[in-house]
């Protein structure tokens, strides 16, 4: 090595170690940037109406999202109804059968691909096979199009977190007598109950604040939910509308609900990340 | 319940639960085949119609019925191009802060923040990119960069265009590559770091010499990882990018990427050939997507049975 003198050396070294607590400052910062724009501007649009009132013709004052954040609490339900049970079970599929098929590893393999899928990818799947077939928008289409996503997402973590629980464990349940079912509903699900736990809310966050899936699928409505074989209405795709309308008012109501949707998902993402804290413990 | 074992109804039980998981797994496998066999035969007519001069035409016209790829595929890959030059020193950077300089607790503080930023939906970005920086852009950096000049920063500034796109972009990956990077940079032995330590190495020494180079795969493969991400990403690209169907050399000028135009003319295609043509589009990006995804996969599992890990 070509000798340097100490002080270039150490010059060098606390200069790139500055710009390295300045850029993690900066990106501190952004976040800091986007939450603040997103709170100081969506709080103006919050007053009772935006609450409990659907949206009024342009011109009228005192409309509101109400039917918006139903609707999109209706979709992220059903969504989490269709894709945890099966995410969860291709989970002890890959964890508990896993190691004796040959199953095993292209569906862990198809698992990272459907990760990696564009969701908007996702939402022209939907739309060709149920929009199409039945011919019209449903609230159905758009909860199984965030359902596809939420699948992998939940069935690589529920697989990492089942294969944290000791084969001894299983093993002393097998001994017992237990069946391989009960052994896995019973115990093997009890160990990694946070881990699951976690794994699930982070995934329902993650579909919660999902636009591009709806667009095609669930596509959006002034009116209360009703039925969700009707296109529906919901916070992602009423901002997206109201803000690329012309008009201010309209913006003011998607920040609030920019508000709305990123406060609730920071919440759910935090609190899975408590979860799992706790269990280190 | 009664303890049975081995008999019959336990054993079938047993049976089913075994194929009730496997059938859940399988769903997997349909899902991605779906995916790809419904693109095929959506994008049938457009296939037919523009064979291979779709991935080279560079018209977009809806009127005369006339698709090619072109503007989509050089706006999708131009606004990843520039999310990539930007998002990849920084995101280094920041996980090399976390792992090397800063005490745990900062550490672990700025971790979850960067972690949250990944965790913040896309249209969100959108309407921060629009409403904020798109303006911001506009009356303070554009005027900056067009004194520069140059063919990269001519034309009308709108504040909307690939380089906001592209900017937008590097801020959404940059929390997913710095996780990865960092969890990367933390496999690195810290007996090798400690040996280069000893020896009088600097940090930023033992960082560029030992641990980037031990980590070097590692990198490539975060890196690919977030490609694949920027390539798809829909809804901040949509509100930021423009949505013309053009190819200018200026990085001031408005475009669009397969995603967004996706996302805007889906469902106002009414000809056949039209939706056809979308179809035809969504299946070049899921194809592109695939292509990094696969390639990330195999160098990531190549790089964890090189270190002696699990495969």
């Known amino acids: ?281 | 319940m009664k303890h049975e074992t081995g008999s019959k109804s336990q054993v079938r039980a047993d049976w089913v639960f075994r194929w009730f998981t496997a059938l859940c797994a399988v769903t997997v496998v349909l899902i991605v085949s779906g995916i790809f066999v419904e693109l095929i035969i959506n994008s049938r007519i457009s296939l037919q119609k523009f064979g291979l001069g779709f991935l080279v035409s560079n018209v977009w016209n809806p009127v005369t019925e006339n698709f090619g790829a072109v503007s989509s595929i050089y706006g999708t890959l131009a606004t990843t191009a520039i999310a990539m030059v930007l998002a990849t020193p920084v995101s280094l950077i920041i996980a090399l802060f976390l792992v090397e300089l800063a005490p745990p607790k900062v550490s672990s503080f700025v971790g979850t923040a960067i972690e949250l930023l990944a965790a913040i939906p896309s249209i969100i970005y959108g309407m921060w990119g629009l409403f904020v920086f798109a303006p911001l852009m506009l009356n303070y950096v554009y005027p900056v960069l067009g004194k520069i000049g140059g063919p990269l920063f001519s034309g009308p500034p709108l504040g909307i265009g690939i380089l906001p796109a592209g900017m937008i972009l590097a801020l959404m990956i940059l929390p997913f590559i710095t996780a990865v990077t960092r969890d990367v940079f933390m496999m690195v032995p810290s007996v090798v770091k400690e040996a280069a330590h000893g020896m009088g190495a600097t940090t930023w020494e033992v960082t560029y010499k030992v641990t980037l180079r031990h980590c070097i795969s590692g990198i490539i493969g975060a890196l690919f990882l977030g490609l694949g991400r920027a390539i798809g990403e829909t809804m901040a690209v949509t509100f930021v990018i423009g949505n013309e169907h053009r190819i200018s050399g200026s990085l001031f000028a408005p475009g669009n990427s397969i995603a967004s135009t996706l996302a805007n003319e889906f469902t106002e295609a009414s000809e056949p050939i039209y939706l056809s043509s979308l179809f035809e589009l969504g299946l070049v990006l899921f194809i592109i997507t695939m292509v990094f995804q696969v390639v990330a996969h195999f160098w990531l599992r190549r790089l964890r049975q090189s270190i002696g890990g699990r495969a």
Request: net charge positive; proline share 6%; glycine share 8%.
């Open chain 1, 1 to 281: 090595m070509r000798p340097r003198s100490n002080l270039i050396r150490r010059t060098i070294n606390q200069t790139v170690m500055s710009i390295s607590l300045l850029t993690s400052l900066v990106g501190i910062l952004m976040l800091a940037w986007i939450l603040y724009e997103v709170i100081s501007r969506g709080a103006g649009a919050f007053n009772w109406s935006f609450f409990t009132k659907p949206p009024v013709p342009l011109g009228e004052t005192g409309g509101g999202v109400a039917n918006a954040i139903l609707g999109t609490l209706l979709l992220t339900l059903l969504a989490t109804v269709i894709g945890v049970p099966i995410g969860l079970f291709a989970g002890v599929f890959l964890a508990e059968f896993g190691h004796q098929s040959r199953l095993s590893s292209p569906v862990r393999f198809l698992c990272n691909i459907l990760m990696g899928t564009p969701s908007i990818i996702v939402g022209v799947f939907v739309y060709s096979l149920l929009v199409v077939p039945l011919g019209h928008f449903s609230g159905y289409a758009g909860a199984i199009a965030l359902a596809v996503i939420m699948i992998p997402l939940i069935a690589r973590t529920a697989e990492d977190m089942l294969n944290l629980v000791p084969d001894t464990l299983r093993e002393s349940a097998l001994a017992l007598g237990a069946p391989r079912w009960k052994v896995t509903l019973g115990v093997v699900f009890r160990a990694a109950k946070k881990g699951l736990l976690t794994g699930a809310l982070l995934a329902i966050a993650r579909v919660s604040g999902e636009t591009a899936p709806l667009l095609f699928t669930a596509l959006n409505s002034p009116y209360w939910p009703r039925s969700m074989s009707q296109p529906i209405s919901n916070l992602t795709k009423t901002i997206y509308d109201y803000a690329m309308s012309p008009y201010a008012d309209w913006h003011q109501i998607a920040w609030g609900a920019s508000f709305l949707i990123t406060v609730s998902v920071l919440l759910l993402t935090i609190s899975a990340r408590v979860i799992l804290h706790e269990r280190k413990r």
